[in-house]
């Protein structure tokens, strides 16, 4: 069996017992040095993704559909919102041949962390995803609130800048959410240009009142 495993926001404590119990039952395990080390699995179970993440996955998938084990693929916050399913779907993967096991998203921590509930917001994923800055900017013009994944934080405000967007209107960044350097800032978009942020971020807008 194939399974495709969410493993929350970055911090073992986000991990679900689901999660926890099909990676400890797996014959192999795949994902990122960061994901992998939130188990405990032994080293020749392992099978680390690198840049060449879908030509990877093509090959694991291959090598090990007809044998009779548990592969398990770890997908940073839930599969199926910016994560692995569409691209393990993708490359022709069936349905009926995979499980997946949800995660928590940082989306849900980032709502928690400001207090917000997320229904009230559009949310968007710019990751891999360029025709949706369009998108974004439609949304920002029209006043509605948003919640999304950056592709790059500045390159993503300075297109926003640059098609109309106030600079002074605020947005919120969260960064490294659930990790020790977690941060978040509210400030308006031409002084969060000034600061750097990594590519661990969900991004806020609220909306002009």
Request: hydrophobic letters at 40%; one cysteine or more; glycine letters at 6%.
């Amino acid at each position: 069996m194939l399974y495709v495993i969410g493993i929350g926001p970055g911090d073992k404590r986000y991990l679900t017992l689901m999660a926890i119990e099909v990676v400890k039952n797996s014959d192999v395990v795949v994902g990122s040095r960061r994901a992998l080390d939130l188990f405990d699995i032994e080293e020749d179970k392992k099978y680390y993704l690198t840049k060449n993440l879908r030509e990877e996955l093509k090959e694991i998938i291959n090598s090990t559909k007809d044998k009779n084990i548990n592969v398990s693929i770890l997908s940073t916050g839930d599969p199926c919102f910016s994560g692995l399913l569409k691209t393990i779907l993708s490359l022709g993967v069936k349905k009926e041949d995979i499980e997946v096991i949800s995660g928590i998203s940082s989306i849900q921590i980032a709502a928690a962390r400001l207090k917000i509930s997320w229904e009230d917001y559009e949310i968007i994923t710019l990751h891999g995803r360029e025709e949706n800055r369009r998108k974004l900017l439609n949304l920002i013009k029209n006043n509605q609130k948003v919640i999304f994944l950056p592709s790059n934080v500045k390159e993503d405000m300075e297109y926003l800048i640059n098609n109309g967007v106030n600079p002074g209107k605020e947005m919120i960044v969260c960064e490294n959410l659930t990790y020790e350097n977690e941060r978040i800032v509210r400030d308006s978009l031409k002084n969060l240009l000034k600061m750097d942020f990594s590519y661990l971020c969900i991004c806020i807008l609220e909306g002009d009142k």
